[in-house]
């Protein structure tokens, strides 16, 4: 059973620019979480979608924004890009997410650099 | 709002010690308990679920534990190896609502393992 897919794993951008990030959930889970991990500020929740559905966002600036497709792929969207951005954006997957206690799994993530 | 702190924040052993990592929540009232390992630039490998109506889960040589009533989670890990040496971050899911599919971290412990 395959894991959990992103791509790409590295980015660099410029200041200004937009980046789009993707993630491929576990087959059959409908749930799907973006993080933003820095070194100061840890892992940091961004938004969860459930069936093409934002349930909940994190505390971010609206430039940050996401997307889910029918098939539970999932796409995570910044624009206007600034070097605070810089960081390791991760994705979990999880069959039902906040409902009950199901297992959350993890992709390697992106790194994005911005200069 | 829900706080997670791990002590301690960094550990260095040797090889074959038992040892035992510290996690501590601020609101009882979760669904799960997640620990997991972070290698350098890489993803979250998923180690061990507790549920809320679970004292303990064991998988091989790491053993997890919770006490929900103080907020406190320990991932014991016997007989360490240089192949243990990580990141290991504890991560609690609260109840639905506003908290779908969202996940708070711990800062982590860094954990060295020498021979």
């Known amino acids: 059973k395959a894991g959990v897919t992103q791509t790409p794993r590295y980015l660099i951008k410029t200041r200004g620019q937009q980046v789009t990030l993707s993630c491929s959930p576990i087959s059959g889970h409908r749930s799907v979480s973006w993080y933003q991990q820095t070194p100061g500020q840890g892992l940091q929740f961004l938004f969860e979608y459930f069936s093409e559905t934002q349930r909940n966002k994190g505390n971010f600036p609206g430039r940050f924004s996401g997307r889910q497709f029918s098939n539970s792929r999932s796409e995570m969207n910044v624009s206007t890009l600034e070097l605070g951005d810089s960081a390791l954006y991760l994705c979990a997957s999880s069959l039902l997410g906040g409902q009950g206690g199901t297992e959350a799994f993890f992709g390697q993530g992106t790194r994005l650099t911005v200069v | 709002k829900q706080e997670v702190t791990q002590i301690p924040a960094a550990l260095s052993v040797p090889e074959g010690e038992n040892l035992v990592l510290n996690c501590s929540f601020t609101?009882?009232?979760?669904?799960?308990l997640q620990w997991f390992r972070q290698d350098p630039g890489k993803g979250l490998t998923s180690l061990l679920l507790i549920q809320s109506s679970q004292r303990e889960q064991t998988s091989g040589r790491l053993n997890a534990s919770l006490d929900k009533s103080s907020g406190r989670s320990t991932l014991y890990i016997a007989a360490s190896q240089p192949g243990d040496s990580a990141t290991y971050l504890c991560a609690v899911r609260i109840g639905g609502g506003t908290s779908y599919g969202k996940l708070t971290f711990g800062q982590g412990t860094i954990l060295t393992v020498h021979p």
């Open positions: 609101d009882s009232a979760i669904y799960n």
